[in-house]
């Protein structure tokens, strides 16, 4: 089995050291940029603790890395560095704060030997998944119009700074864009956004609490998201999600945290929807990529859109 030689840079996100036991075909050989360095060191006591960054970049052996960085916006000066090197990339989002830098590192992945990759694996979870799959089976019709909403709880551990994240709109509401994109199949083509500090007590913090976008799609159609911190802590999944796709011919629509579904087509009330099919699973299909050259369920244009439309929106209102 061949295998995959993979550094992981940080552990502010989703970094995926409690899930590589699933992946044996990424071997572990060393870490850097951790809060809790033990975290690594007590289950993987061989692998390399990397002081710099650049010493990563040094080192022969490395394959692949995983970024989580403290600073979500030093990954982009990393990610076409790691490139460069032919070092495969799987970027936590937003992988850029700039039209500008995503188009930089889009371009030093079609320069590289080695790929990059969002962890853009929203669309590969149920029921999104089963959603996706009945949209395109034309059930609905033509796509008109999308509501999609993220919501998660607020804590003292919300950093207080945008740098640290990407901030509300491109670290929470890319993933309501993705449920707009990737899985009801429609292209955001114009987007507004507007956002609030209201809520934040915090001194000294910048943290946006509410921010909604819409806008219109390639299609023709429409769209509007809702992302917040402000999931009540009594409700039992992490975060709060809705997603509702209106067509000409029907409604589908995941609701109360993606636990209820329901389908209804001008014809029949279908009630939930049939989720117990396996969805593919997104690391697998970057491991692929970078192992077998086998492409992945989305190109890398696709895959980004929804971080470039979040970006385009934030720009917005600095501007």
Not at 99 to 112: Q, V, W
Not at 211 to 226: A, D, I, K, Q, R
Not at 268 to 289: R, T
Request: proline share 4%.
């Amino acid at each position: 089995m061949s295998v995959l030689n993979i550094v992981l840079w940080g552990d502010a996100g989703h970094q995926i050291s409690w899930i590589l036991g699933d992946y044996p075909q990424l071997n572990l050989i060393g870490y850097g940029n951790f809060k809790n360095p033990a975290t690594i060191k007590d289950h993987y006591p061989d692998a390399i603790f990397f002081e710099s960054f650049e010493e990563v970049l040094a080192n022969p052996n490395v394959e692949m890395i995983s970024l989580c960085s403290a600073l979500r916006e030093e990954q982009v000066e990393q990610s076409i560095h790691a490139l460069a090197k032919g070092i495969h990339v799987y970027a936590e989002k937003p992988c850029a704060f700039k039209e500008s830098d995503l188009d930089r590192i889009i371009e030093a992945s079609k320069n590289s030997t080695a790929n990059f990759h969002e962890m853009s694996g929203t669309l590969f979870e149920q029921p999104l998944w089963s959603m996706h799959e009945l949209v395109k089976s034309g059930v609905l019709g033509d796509i008109v119009q999308v509501y999609a909403q993220k919501s998660y709880p607020y804590g003292d551990w919300r950093p207080k700074s945008e740098v640290i994240d990407g901030g509300l709109t491109m670290q929470c509401g890319v993933h309501a864009l993705r449920f707009i994109e990737h899985v009801a199949g429609v292209e955001v083509n114009t987007i507004q956004a507007v956002e609030t500090m209201k809520g934040e007590t915090r001194e000294g913090s910048d943290l946006r609490m509410a921010s909604s976008m819409m806008g219109t799609l390639t299609n023709g159609g429409v769209f509007s998201v809702v992302s917040n911190y402000l999931k009540p802590q009594s409700f039992e999944t992490w975060g709060y999600e809705e997603l509702r796709i209106f067509g000409t011919k029907g409604m589908l629509e995941a609701t109360e945290g993606f636990t209820k579904t329901k389908l209804v087509t001008h014809e029949k009330d279908f009630g939930e929807i049939d989720v117990s099919s396996k969805a593919p699973d997104w690391l697998q299909e970057v491991i692929n990529h970078n192992l077998s050259n086998i492409e992945p369920y989305h190109n890398l244009e696709v895959e980004l859109h929804p971080t470039r439309m979040v970006i385009q929106a934030k720009s917005q209102l600095s501007d």
